[in-house]
């Protein structure tokens, strides 16, 4: 088993299969995470075809790994099919709203992250995108998505065919609080983020960028306001479609 401490995101997989048995039963022992009321508000749509591939690859701003993996997972929200059988069962759903969707993300997240467990143990290559939900009206049209149901996750599997250094974390002390919130004085900020600040890689990503800090390079260029609310506008848009937030309350907030 691998240990946590040594985990890597892998974006460069060689071209040895990963099985349909294997990732079955992955997937099947990922399925005994913990979930709301044991409804497991989770759907997995995998991807494993060029053709599908390279229309998903778009969404992600076409990194490269999208369409080199052999395997692209996209982790769902998933109230579609409780409802289908509520319904099916003489019950009233009443899963079209805001909770839902954040009940149902949660499910698919903690699933999402043990999955990623299970790959370190068997020694497969993952990782992890957060551009699912920048455009995800893009997913949802090629993966033929219905109400209801919402990609929250996509990861990217295969057998490594790299080892990249570790990425740097913070300090246990920074993000943990006694009892209540603590919040930050100057100097903790100082403390904290000192030795990522200090790493030699990130002074030059300032200095090539011309900022005066590194969270400069964050708030100015990585994620910056005017991206942040452009695509959560499109964020909500898209939730407000999917069935997860009335058309009123999308009304009221644009």
């Excluded at 229309?55 to 992600?60: F, N």
């Excluded at 990217?156 to 004085?185: K, M, Q």
């Excluded at 030059?204 to 695509?231: C, M, P, S």
Aim: hydrophobic residues 40%.
């Amino acid at each position: 088993m691998k240990n946590l401490l040594t985990r890597r995101s892998i974006r460069k997989y060689s071209e040895k299969e990963v099985s349909e048995e294997l990732l079955n039963r992955l997937m099947n022992e990922a399925a005994r995470t913990q979930t709301m009321g044991n409804l497991q508000l989770y759907s997995v749509v995998i991807t494993r075809s060029n053709e599908m591939k390279a229309k998903l690859a778009p969404a992600h701003f076409n990194q490269p790994m999208v369409t080199e993996a052999p395997v692209v997972l996209t982790i769902c929200a998933d109230f579609n099919r409780t409802s289908t059988w509520a319904r099916c069962r003489n019950a009233n759903p009443g899963y079209d709203n805001f909770l839902s969707f954040i009940n149902a993300a949660t499910d698919a997240l903690l699933y999402t992250q043990t999955l990623c467990n299970l790959f370190d143990e068997e020694g497969l290559g993952y990782c992890y995108l957060g551009t699912t939900v920048y455009q995800p009206q893009q997913i949802i049209d090629v993966l033929r998505l219905p109400q209801l149901v919402m990609p929250v996750a996509t990861i990217t599997v295969g057998w490594p065919a790299e080892e990249p250094p570790l990425s740097d974390r913070l300090p246990l002390e920074s993000f943990i609080h006694h009892e209540t919130y603590n919040d930050y004085l100057a100097t903790d900020i100082d403390r904290f983020y000192a030795a990522k600040e200090a790493l030699p890689e990130n002074q030059h990503f300032v200095e090539i960028n011309h900022k005066e800090t590194l969270a400069q390079i964050f708030t100015d260029i990585r994620y910056t306001r005017k991206d942040n609310e452009a695509l959560s506008t499109e964020l909500i848009h898209t939730l407000v479609r999917q069935g997860f937030l009335p058309y009123t309350i999308n009304k009221g907030l644009f």
